[in-house]
T-cell receptor, first 117, second 112 residues
């Protein structure tokens, strides 16, 4: 079964701290992995997309890494700010779905981040 | 470039009724997917359409259905609503399979 897990479920850090969010997946045959943030009651905002052939992607203070063989991805947030407070979700597109001609994301349960002043 | 637009943003319906939600994807995007988000189950895949054809379907009962029009706009329909259908319904668009997905703001459905 293709599952995605995120640890921790919640995280609270002081402003300015660097932090790492974790995402693991049970099937290493992935096509790509995408990180999103979600503010309460809102839709998802795309942060970073990593293709299966890539090791990392960077956007501003965000850096996402991918280790397919171990079934893991991390999202690194540098110098956290209160505006970073949100739920962070990772979503995997598995190869089997792509080769089958479909387009489906399997989501983790998310990490709720709170950055305190 | 306009983002993904979902209408309506909020809906309150009574058990047994039916509801139709709409999604307009980003211009040029032909793949539209629908997800249900609840506190207990998280984000679950409903179905995906590409060029008016359903390519993927999740594990939801037949009360959940959808369609896509020639302009790529999509609708999803839920018939015979149950209390458990209360959720945030999210639509995502992408150029094609395996490409970055962009989400709308969602439709919050409450069934009473």
């Amino acid at each position: 079964k293709q599952e995605v897990t995120q640890i921790p479920a919640a995280l609270s850090v002081p402003e300015g701290e660097n932090l790492v969010l974790n995402c693991s997946f049970t099937d290493s045959a992935i096509y790509n992995l995408q990180w999103f943030r979600q503010d309460p009651g809102k839709g998802l905002t795309s942060l970073l997309l990593i293709q299966s052939s890539q090791r990392e992607q960077t956007s501003g203070r965000l850096n996402a890494s991918l280790d397919k063989s171990s079934g893991r991805s991390t999202l690194y947030i540098a110098a956290s700010q209160p505006g970073d407070s949100a739920t962070y979700l990772c979503a995997v597109s598995f190869e089997r779905t792509i080769t089958g001609g479909g387009n489906k994301l399997t989501f983790g349960t998310g990490t709720q981040l709170k950055v305190e002043l | 470039k306009a983002g993904v637009t979902q209408t309506p943003r909020y809906l309150i319906k009574t058990r047994g009724q039916q509801v139709t939600l709409s999604c307009s994807p980003i211009s040029g995007h032909r793949s539209v997917s629908w997800y249900q988000q609840t506190p207990g189950q998280g984000l679950q895949f409903l179905f995906e359409y590409f060029s008016e054809t359903q390519r993927n379907k999740g594990n939801f009962p037949g009360r959940f259905s959808g369609r896509q029009f020639s302009n790529s706009r999509s609708e999803m329909n839920v018939s015979t609503l149950e209390l458990g259908d209360s959720a945030l319904y999210l639509c995502a668009s992408s150029i094609n399979q395996g490409r970055a997905a962009f989400f709308g703001q969602g439709t919050r459905l409450t069934v009473v």
